[in-house]
């Protein structure tokens, strides 16, 4: 685990907050190169009604503008969930050097729990992965998240 790891998960993580505070399955993702914050996003996939409109994605997309490249080597994602198919194959499409997730997703997770997409050496890219910064803290935003959409069906809402 780099030096700041936590300090930059810990901006994922308000991110995941601002997702939540609309509805949306509250998911962050912030993006760094050279010590800078370049993009930083939420899961928006109610508000948009897009299904690709995941944290991650976002982030990528807003660091490709702002970079003025799709090649973001150099760049560290922090991310508060486990990228999913779609994400992990983003990160190696853009060429992101380094992934850093929070939670574990046991039901869609391809950095290394059902598979490890962003490390095959298949690919022509592999990002280091670092596994579990906060992972606490980000895992129990998710259980809340969810406790609480299964809490309101039963009371009819």
């Not at 299904?51 to 991310?79: D, F, K, N, Q």
């Not at 779609?86 to 380094?98: D, E, N, Q």
């Not at 992934?99 to 729990?113: E, H, N």
């Amino acid at each position: 685990m780099a030096a700041d790891d936590e300090k930059y998960m810990t901006l994922a993580i308000a991110e995941a907050k601002k997702a939540e505070a609309i509805g949306e399955v509250p998911i962050g993702a912030v993006i760094v190169k050279d010590g800078e914050v370049i993009a930083r996003s939420s899961n928006r996939r109610e508000t948009l009604q897009e299904p690709t409109a995941h944290a991650e994605l976002m982030a990528i997309e807003e660091a490709s503008r702002r970079l003025g490249t799709w090649r973001l080597s150099g760049c560290t994602l922090y991310v508060t969930l486990e990228p999913c198919p779609m994400c992990a194959g983003a990160i190696v499409l853009s060429r992101i050097g380094r992934l850093v997730y929070g939670a574990p997703d046991p039901k869609a997770g391809c950095a290394g729990t059902l598979m490890n997409l962003v490390q095959d050496d298949r690919f022509n890219h592999r990002a280091d992965v670092a596994a579990g910064v906060l992972e606490e803290k980000c895992g129990v935003l998710l259980t809340n998240f969810f406790r609480k959409l299964r809490d309101n069906k039963k009371m009819g809402g």
